[in-house]
């Protein structure tokens, strides 16, 4: 191991991938994590790598982007992917994981991993020597934040993430919901709760009418595209939810054998499907209200919640304004960031950018030249949105086609896709392949 270790500050999952990737190129890293010491508003389970929103890392698919993103991890050595891999639940076309024996498998690794130590003590201020990768997500604590305001110069920019509710499984009416994945792709994965027309419009007159939690003074009702609440969706149009987390499409019922006016999808938490959670039902309701209101649901009438939905906090910095391609500060180098906290959302997408992190400070700790994943992979596409995106309006994005470098020829739909997968998993072993070998030098 190299003498001169990087810290890490954060044990979530960009930290603990970070974290890792340095370990296998031959360097120490130190983690720094606040639990069980000190818990923020969204977290209660002391292991790393906690999953707080949802227990999914999307779509299997490489015509998906974020397929061939979690492809292209896999064949990097991600530990996250392989925990994910290890862990994995029932849901359909989808890598879900079961979230407590997930980040329980991903804390031995971190504990027991040459060359990594784990300090179980929250950071307000950085030291003043030495390289260190800022991981602390979307709920970085205040002080720590302060400071970080300090060394950017640059004021924060809010957003606020809603979670689904959680049901025990034995409160389900199996006589009222159906299993089935759509199009019957990955067999009958998800619990379906089929609506009639009546049943739909009823309900969303009741989230409509609801009484929500107030925001704060502080807090900005801005929230991720992907993960609106169901009662801002439900105020743009009576029919948004029904075409959007509600839509039947692709989905019979057998008792009817037609497809339902709506559904709402409940997805397995676990592999024992002792809980699922409420897929697409973000939400800001009151407790009470979500008791009420989503025990309208055919089949939770008796519906028993491990969790109801809530709002939490979520922070990110101005990364194409503040950082250079290797994912440092451009006013002080020896700070790295990565994760969620960069501006990518999701967990696949916050993991990926602690590989980066990890990889390229190891090697700057090595005196070695960094080495940039390829802008027609996965992994480059989504450095590029973060680096040469516009400062002006920034915003948080899931990875997509849209930000891969267009294809040589005219191809459209799955062929394209198609195309962009195989010219990406080319890429990327020529890059692994340097990666790696300076792992061995």
Not at 129 to 137: D, E, N, Q, R
Not at 197 to 213: G, T
Not at 375 to 397: E, V
């Amino acid at each position: 191991m190299e003498k001169s270790g990087i810290t890490v500050i954060g044990g979530g999952l960009a930290g603990c991938e970070a974290a890792y990737q340095i370990s296998r190129l031959g360097v120490k890293a130190t983690v720094y994590e606040m639990k069980p010491h000190r818990f923020s508003p969204a977290h209660t389970n002391p292991d790393l790598a906690e999953l707080v929103c949802s227990n999914s890392l999307r779509s299997t698919s490489l015509e998906n982007a974020v397929g061939l993103l979690k492809e292209e991890m896999r064949k990097m050595g991600s530990l996250v992917i392989r925990a994910a891999d290890q862990t994995q639940v029932p849901a359909g076309g989808a890598l879900a994981v079961d979230r407590e024996k997930f980040s329980r498998m991903i804390t031995e690794e971190i504990s027991s991993a040459p060359g990594i130590t784990l300090v179980r003590e929250e950071i307000s201020q950085l030291q003043a020597k030495g390289l260190v990768i800022i991981a602390t997500g979307p709920l970085t604590s205040d002080q720590l934040a302060a400071e970080i305001q300090k060394i950017t110069g640059e004021e924060y920019l809010y957003f606020y993430d809603a979670t689904s509710p959680i049901i025990h499984a034995e409160s389900i009416n199996r006589e009222k919901v159906f299993p089935a994945s759509r199009y019957d792709k990955g067999g009958d994965d998800y619990l379906n709760c089929p609506f009639s027309r009546e049943q739909y419009y009823q309900l969303i007159e009741a989230i409509r009418i609801a009484r929500k939690v107030p925001y704060r003074d502080f807090e900005k009702s801005l929230t991720f595209a992907g993960c609106q609440p169901i009662e801002i969706l439900a105020a743009k149009g009576v029919d948004t939810l029904a075409f959007g987390c509600m839509k039947p499409v692709g989905l019979i019922d057998p008792k009817t054998g037609a497809q339902p006016f709506a559904v709402v999808q409940l997805r397995p938490e676990n592999r024992e499907k002792s809980m699922y959670s409420m897929v697409g039902f973000q939400t800001k309701l009151t407790h009470p209200e979500q008791v009420r209101i989503f025990r309208l649901i055919p089949g939770l009438e008796e519906a028993e919640f491990a969790r109801l939905g809530n709002l939490h906090r979520n922070t990110f910095i101005n990364s194409p304004r503040l950082l250079i391609p290797t994912l440092q500060l451009k006013t002080n180098p020896r700070v790295f960031f990565a994760g969620q906290i960069t501006g990518v959302e999701g967990y696949v997408e916050s993991t990926a950018i602690g590989l980066l992190a990890g990889i390229t400070a190891a090697r700057i700790a090595q005196d070695r030249n960094p080495l940039l994943p390829p802008p027609t992979t996965a992994l480059g596409s989504l450095l590029n949105h973060l680096i040469k995106s516009s400062p002006l309006n920034f915003q948080p994005m899931n990875i997509n086609w849209a930000l891969f470098p267009p294809l040589s020829t005219s191809a459209r739909g799955k062929s394209k896709y198609r195309l962009l997968t195989e010219r990406a998993l080319r890429d990327l072993e020529s890059w692994g392949e340097k990666i790696h070998a300076g792992a061995r030098d």
